[in-house]
């Protein structure tokens, strides 16, 4: 079913419409996974820069206290050594929502505050550098220290505090922006699906009313119509590969008395059932159709008139010894038949279907029941020896 409804165009289209969606669906998907995951990463990166920071503020504090006791050259250096990193943790900091500006857009003034660090943490180291020599500085040393050890606390507390509020808001967005989408391409997926079972309904649609163009709706065999095109083509061919082609017309003999006797379902039904027992009969290469009220007609490929009698005059027989449900033997419907040929030469199905109604006529002027032919002049088979063929057949027929 799914081959057949990729080769209409209707389901190609809607396919590609499917495929191009699904495509737009998975790359909007894994876009906005991508960019959760990297929103979590920098606010994970920044506050850990912020925790290291903050764990060198109370080192610097003990490295300061611990050297107004023991104020030696290595202690300086290990202050030194303390100042350094917590001025690269500020950088570490301030690079961060240098590079990460859309995560954390309204701590700007909170730079003045990097920057007055900064300059304190310079102030602080020359001071300790200075209270070697002149040790009536370590005391403002330890002072000072424990100022600029307050301004970094409050800041990275400030810092922590926005990061964290900010993070939130963002995930929020991030999570209404998820539902925006997920809905979006459920949207999306939906349209991309009634689309196609609006192609696949339109096709059945079509196929129907395709079917209803060339069949009969009581009988279920093909209309006139279709006859018409089949026997036109076929004829073109027959004349084309110099084959025979045969065509049969069928007309039920006092069809009306069934209509009065039972009534017109009733005539229906045994309408239906001739109409089976005829497909029954035959060849799946010929076309079978029922062409008016109680007439059928059967094109038979690549017969000879011969083999169109013989089949003639057999399906004339199965109708006769036929059992029909809802009628009496003495109205059993029997029926008559024309046969006609077309040999060689050009021929209308016009042209044809005349011959085998003039034969079809000859047979209800016979008596009914009987198959008579007709075929069309300057076939190397005359009508003499086609009459005489049939009286064969006939004769063969009630013989057995
Ligand atoms: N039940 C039913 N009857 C139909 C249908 N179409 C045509 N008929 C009937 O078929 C009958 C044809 O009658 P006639 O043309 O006189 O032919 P006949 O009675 O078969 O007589 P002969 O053909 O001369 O043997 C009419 O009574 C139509 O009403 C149909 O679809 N259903």
């Known amino acids: 079913m799914m081959r057949r ?38 606010y994970t990166t920044l506050i850990s820069d912020i925790v290291l920071a903050q764990q060198a503020t109370p080192q610097l504090r003990a490295a300061l206290e611990e050297s107004s006791r023991l104020p030696d050259r290595e202690h300086i250096q290990y202050i030194d050594y303390f100042i350094s990193l917590s001025k690269q943790h500020l950088n570490n900091i301030q690079r961060s929502i240098e590079r990460h500006r859309y995560l954390i857009a309204d701590v700007e003034y909170l730079n003045t505050h990097f920057s007055e ?20 500085l370590r005391d403002p040393l330890q002072s000072m ?81 279709h006859l018409v095109n089949v026997a036109s083509a076929a004829l073109i061919q027959a004349q084309r590969d110099r084959v025979p082609l045969s065509l049969l017309l069928l007309d039920l003999d006092h069809f009306k008395q069934i209509n009065d006797n039972y009534g017109h379902p009733t005539g229906d039904e045994v309408l239906r059932q001739i109409s089976q027992l005829l497909r029954q009969l035959s060849r799946p290469a010929d076309t079978l159709a029922r062409i008016g009220g109680e007439e059928f007609c059967l094109l038979m490929p690549s017969t000879t008139t011969h083999d169109a009698l013989q089949a003639a005059d057999r399906l004339r027989r199965e109708v006769e010894v036929n059992t029909f449900r809802g009628i009496d033997l003495h109205t059993h419907p029997t029926v008559s038949i024309g046969v006609t040929t077309c040999q060689s030469g050009s021929l209308s199905f016009e042209q044809l279907y005349s011959f085998a109604d003039k034969a079809l006529y000859q047979a209800k002027a016979l008596g009914r029941n009987r198959v008579e032919s007709l075929l069309p002049p300057g076939d190397p088979l005359t009508y003499t020896e086609a009459q005489a063929c049939t009286h064969i057949l006939i004769r063969e027929s009630s013989d057995s």
């Open 5 to 42: 409804f990729l080769r209409q165009p209707g389901g190609r289209l809607a396919s590609i419409f499917a495929a191009l969606l699904f495509a737009m669906s998975a790359v909007m998907g894994s876009y906005l996974y991508s960019a959760c995951q990297k929103a979590s990463a920098d």
């Open 117 to 136: 660090l900064n300059s304190r943490l310079s102030d602080l180291r020359q001071q300790a550098q200075e209270a070697q020599q002149r040790p009536e």
């Open 145 to 225: 220290a424990i100022e600029i050890g307050g301004a970094q606390s409050w800041l990275y507390n400030q810092l922590l505090e926005k990061v964290r509020a900010i993070s939130v808001q963002q995930r929020l967005v991030m999570q209404r922006l998820s539902i925006a989408v997920s809905a979006l391409l459920v949207l999306m997926v939906s349209a991309a699906i009634t689309l196609c079972l609006a192609v696949i309904y339109l096709q059945r649609q079509r196929n129907i009313m395709h079917r209803l163009m060339l069949t009969d709706e009581l009988t279920g065999l093909y209309n006139r119509r």
